[in-house]
């Protein structure tokens, strides 16, 4: 059942540009993002006067893109929480609110909860799911499901993917009444285009996480870091690695670094470091000298032909050159394979890491 895989977690890998296109498949319709689950909230939709966005774990991951994305792109005010925050803090919500809720299972506890807390309040709840009928699914004002497919690795990771790409085409619906259409149908094509993109990634992916891996299994820590849409890749990179391969690791916005965890780094503590061609790679370049200067070892993921972060850098891998908000997206399956990698180096199993439930159903 696992298809000639060696485990789950490397064929959901895989099965990611399919993923991809089941997620993108119904929702454009004349090169626009269209919804038609969100039909039935009528005029809630465009008299929305903010977001929030409820999730746990990897979820609460491509909640932090979306936040950035509908603000950025949709000018919506929007905020985030994690679940288990959420349902302790008065945050004021009510009618014009709307809120969205991740989760692949649809049945976190702390979510759930969030979303009774935030209907009682007078806010719209919609939540974005895998699972079709889930507790979740059944207690939202509206659902928009993900299509991804069962993913049986403990490890999110065809999900996450799946999230990303339906949570960029919501926010690109959610800014048809303030955009230019063309720009709008500009990126929604870019967004199809990712499950050949996703392809090729993947043809040479796997070999050179493979090797990096091989350098790298034996740490004992590890620091992510990012900025701007990479920031939630350096989180959701640091929460693969430990989840299934044991090795401490924590991400940080790069420039929270000389405010605190720039003290633990030194030749044994190496740096992962999302790099992408953005306007804000010029920030992160200095803030990876300034980790070099540490004697920590860097590694990047950047993009492809960039000569300038490949001098700064101890190893790096290439992603295809792509618009800021997909950099998320095409970044994962490195990420992912590169835990992966090392878990098996370290010689565990990353289907069923230790002390991990697939589904949350406790507090
Ligand atoms: O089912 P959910 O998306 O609500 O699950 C939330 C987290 O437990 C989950 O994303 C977890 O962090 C991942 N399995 C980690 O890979």
Redesign the pocket.
């Known amino acids: 059942e696992k298809g000639g895989y060696p485990h789950f977690m490397l064929k959901e890998i895989y099965e990611e540009p399919q993923t991809l296109r089941n997620a993108i498949t119904g929702r454009i319709k004349s090169k626009l993002p269209h919804f038609r689950e969100l039909e039935k909230m009528g005029e809630d939709l465009t008299k929305i006067k903010g977001i929030t966005v409820l999730?746990?774990?990897?979820?609460y991951h491509a909640g932090l893109v979306f936040q950035r994305f509908v603000q950025d792109y949709a000018g919506i005010r929007a905020e985030i929480d994690v679940a288990s925050e959420f349902r302790y803090r008065n945050l004021p919500l009510g009618e014009g609110d709307v809120v969205i809720a991740?989760?692949?299972?649809g049945e976190?506890a702390d979510?759930l909860e969030g979303i009774r807390k935030a209907r009682q309040s007078g806010a719209k709840v919609v939540s974005l799911t895998n699972v079709v009928g889930s507790t979740i699914s059944r207690e939202s004002d509206a659902v928009i499901y993900i299509n991804a497919g069962p993913e049986i690795g403990?490890?999110?990771t065809k999900t996450y993917v799946a999230q990303l790409a339906v949570l960029l085409l919501l926010g690109a619906s959610l800014a048809l009444n303030k955009r230019n259409p063309e720009v709008i149908s500009q990126l929604v094509n870019e967004i199809e285009g990712l499950p050949t993109v996703f392809e090729s990634v993947l043809a040479s992916a796997d070999e050179q996480c493979q090797r990096l891996a091989r350098e790298y299994y034996q740490f004992r820590h590890f620091m992510y870091i990012g900025r701007g849409y990479s920031y939630p890749s350096a989180l959701e990179g640091a929460?693969?690695l430990k989840?299934i391969s044991y090795i401490h690791a924590s991400g940080y916005q790069a420039g929270e670094l000389k405010h605190g965890p720039i003290a633990l780094l030194d030749r044994d503590f190496p740096v992962f470091a999302i790099i992408p061609e953005d306007e804000l790679k010029a920030k992160m370049l200095s803030n990876i000298m300034e980790t070099r200067a540490r004697d920590a070892k860097v590694v990047a993921i950047c993009s492809e032909s960039d000569r300038e972060v490949s001098r700064a850098v101890n190893s790096r891998i290439e992603v295809p050159k792509v618009s800021a908000p997909l950099y998320p997206l095409v970044m994962s399956p490195y990420l992912q394979l590169f835990a992966y990698h090392v878990a098996v180096a370290r010689g565990y199993d990353p289907d069923r890491p230790r002390n991990l439930a697939k589904?949350?159903t406790v507090e």
Do not use: D, M
């Not at 999730?55 to 979820?59: D, H, K, V």
């Not at 991740?102 to 299972?105: C, D, E, P």
């Open positions: 999730a746990c774990g990897t979820s991740i989760s692949q299972s976190t979510t403990v490890a999110a929460l693969k989840e589904s949350v």
